[in-house]
Each structure stands twice: as C-alpha cells, then as structure tokens.
C-alpha cells in the first residue's frame, strides 16, 4: 500500500510529480530530496500545447498565476528551416486536417509543398503576430492551440513554491547510496547520515538515474541508430530590438540543427549536434559564427534512448531518468507531465495498491509514447533537404525510421491523405497523428505518387484561402508583446474551462 513517497529531484520533472500527487492523489505523503548535487540543465524550454493543459486544467491552476509568477511567452508552433525552399511552420493547430471543395481533397494535395499561410496560426507566425484581433473589441482572440516558451529556473522556482504551498516536504540534502532488498529499494542513505524511506520511490535525477538505473539496473534502450546527436552547445543574449516571435525556431547546421527559444527580456540559443562528426570546438566556432551576440556557452553531453521500464518494484522514473529523445519537438516537458499523470491517477484509482496489471499496462504506454516519439523526430533526420554534409548524408542513408517507415511508405504511395490514419497510427498512439509527418513530409519536399490529385479549381481555391489567412493575418494580427500585456492585465480573465476538461 503506497501511503508515503519521496520523491529524488528538485526539478521540473520531481515537482510536476509531486504537484500530481499532492492535487489527483489525495491522502498520500508526498516528501521531495531536493539535492544540489544533482542540479537542473536550466536552459530556456519549449512546450507543446500539453503543458498548459497539465498546469490548467488537470492540476488546476489558475493561468493568470501562472503568467504572473513565470512570466511565459507563447508559441503557436515551430518554424522549420530544413526544407529546400522557404522556412515553413508546424502549428498545434492540426493545420493540415482542411479540405477543398466538394471532394474534400486534403489540403496537402494543394499546397504543393508551400505550407505558408495555410492556417490563421502559420499566417500569424509568419508575420510576427500570434493572435487575431478579437471581433468583440480591441483585444487578441486567444486560442487554445499554444505552448509555453519558459525560463527554466523561474518555472522550477515557481513549482517548488506551489509544491510547498500544497503541503509537500521539502528535504535539503545528498544521496550516498540506495540499498536494495529483494529488487525494491530499501532506503535513501544521505551523505550526512540520514536515512530515508518510503512506499514508493520516484527516481526524478535527471541523467544520473539514481534507483531506476544505478540501483535497480533497469536496462536502458539506446535510440542512437535513429537519433546520432548527442551533444549540445548552450548560449543565448538579452533582446535588444528582434521581435518577439511566437514559435521556437529550428534550422539545420552542419552536424544537426539548432534551435531559438524566445523570451521578452533574453534569446535563447543551442546547437545539437553529432560528436561523432563534428568535435565541441568546431560544434562552438560555428555556433558562434551563426549567432555572433551569444555570450557564454556550456557544452550539455547527453544519449538519447529510454529504461526498458519506467515503473520498476516501488521506483518510477520521471524526467531524464526515465529517457531523453533531444529537444527537436520540445517534448521533454510533455514526457513528464504525462508520466505524472499516469502515476497519480494509477495510485488514485487503485486507492494505493496498483496491481501489476495497472504497473505493466502504464510501463507500456510510456515506453510506446518515447517510442513514438524517436520515429516522429527520425523522419526529420532521414528526409531533411537543405543541406548535404557528411552528417546528413550519413542520416539520409542509414537513419532507422523503425515505426515511421510505414508512415513513409504510404505517404509514398497515397500522398498527404488521412483515410488510413486508424490503421498508420491506432488512436492509442496519440502523440501527433499523421498531421506532424505530412506537414514535415510536405516542407522538406518528400515526393509522393499523387502531385495532381488536386485540380487546379481546387488548387486556386486553396491559394485564395491562404491569401485570406496572411490578408487577415496582416490587418487583424496583435504582436506577442501586446498580447502578453493584455494577458497580464488585472483586468483580464480566462474563460472557465479554457484548456478542456482534465
């Protein structure tokens, strides 16, 4: 029976678990190791549109508290820069589901591999603005389609605030050691002669995976024959007069890509990159080069790949120590909110006693879900066509698509067309449907055996739609500036149920 947990990590990934706790699995002791020896990464993050799901609806808090404590930026989506043509826009907006005409031919036939202006949301992200002017006033029309782009420190700051304020423990101190009896862990050992114990462990210390990996050996699955990067260089400047955009920028480099995270008051900047073909100098020099005011740099190692296991006897990894895949989607932040909402509802509903029926089926969904999402980031890899180096030759050729090859073939033969998508991808697997490949299938110039299945008065239809969306988009569209004044605004409220039901 699962009374009391501790909790190994001072994190976002420790304390998004422990808010799911304290919030969806009432009667439990929640107590939380925070450990300086084990420190955060502390880069400015992405999200995808499941954070503030996770923060609104299913833990419940208010979004004007957030926006005051944390300070958010908004991002509508990613702009892409690895196709041979113009950047093009990924949206949360689920952009590519339209159809044309009475036959209701999928937009993708139309578009012809320009994804500009094929939705209000890429009209917006392509002029600089992230909302519509509201019909009602002068004010943004928000939409729910948006992530967060966040200080990684301000948001730890503000999770352990609310952790506290909710009734977690918080214990200061460094772990010697965990022993283990007959496959469960026994104790956390401190460094100070403390021992510390529990029902129920959740192993939140990053790449170090104290009691998933290091104590209970749980075997760790390698995604390196999909994912090559493994490093990272890390910098960023305060703004000065670049505007505020409202989608993290992704754009390829010689031996990966890298990405730009938007704040108001600071850039943040990072190139991931393959060690294996070009070294931490090199990966800094030309890092630099593209982005001549970054300031101090930190080079991150990481591997990507996750446990065979996330719940384990009485441990569950969250965070890095259960897997990491790079950033390329922004989807680490969406990885823990979904492991801690499986946990809390899994020990709400089993009143603390989780059968191993309920432990097998949540290890599966979780491994399916970093599964997934290696063959989404993959077909990046293998079918990018900007550039031709060593490294992308290499990815082009020899990148294991593994449960995207499928996906590839029948966009292949069929085109960008959604009429197998229950078969491609059964509603269980539910991280980006096909809506994420065709739009990156399209923008990097994939060919596929339908080019003309789309007429031309369907065609010109499409691009009269588009035209509408960047005429809009350019008379009605408010900057991210103004907006996050209105969102800030005491005068401002949030409609009840904004994000959905929890």
Known sequence: MVREILILGGGSAGLMTALALLRRAPGIRVRLLRSPALGIIGVGEGSTADLPVFLHSFLGIPPAEFFRAVNPSLKLGIRFNWGRGEPYFYTFAEAMRQVIGPREVPCGFACGGDLGGNHPATALMEQGKVFLRHPDGPWPDVRAHFGYHVENREL????????????????????????????????????????????????????????IGRALGEPFVGFADSLL???????????????????????????????????????NRGYVYSSRFQSDADAEAEFRAANPKVGPTRIVPFRTGRRARQ????????????????????????????????????????????PPSLVGATNRLLARQWDEIRDFLAAHYRFQSRLDTPFWRHC???????????????????????????????????FNLLEGYWTHFLGMGVPHARPDRANPEEVAAWRAHVAANRGDAAARGWSLRDTLAILHDPRWSWTPGFFGPD
Not at 335 to 342: K, L, N, V, Y
């Open 396 to 430: 082009r050729e020899h990148v294991a698509l593994r449960g995207a090859e499928p996906i590839a073939a029948y966009y292949r033969e069929n085109g960008p067309t959604f009429l197998a998508e229950i078969d491609l991808i059964p509603p269980a697997k539910s």
């Open 229 to 267: 990067c493994d490093r990272a260089v890390v910098g960023g400047w305060e703004r000065s007069d670049e505007v505020l955009q409202a989608y993290t920028a992704s754009d390829v480099m010689t031996a990966g890509w890298c990405w730009q995270i938007e704040h108001p008051g600071r850039i």
């Open 156 to 211: 730890v700051a503000w999770l352990e605030s609310t952790a506290l304020a909710w009734g977690c423990e918080i214990i200061d101190g460094d772990l010697a050691e965990a022993p283990v009896a007959d496959g469960r862990v026994a104790s956390l050992r401190l460094t100070d002669g403390r021992e510390l114990r529990a029902d129920l462990y959740v192993d939140a210390s990053g790449f170090a995976a104290e009691l």
């Open 311 to 354: 719940w384990v006897g009485n441990v569950f990894a969250v965070g890095n120590a259960a897997g990491f895949v790079e950033p390329l989607e922004a989807t680490a932040l969406m990885c823990i909110s979904h492991a801690a909402r499986f946990l809390a509802l899994s020990l709400r509903d089993s009143d603390g006693a989780p």
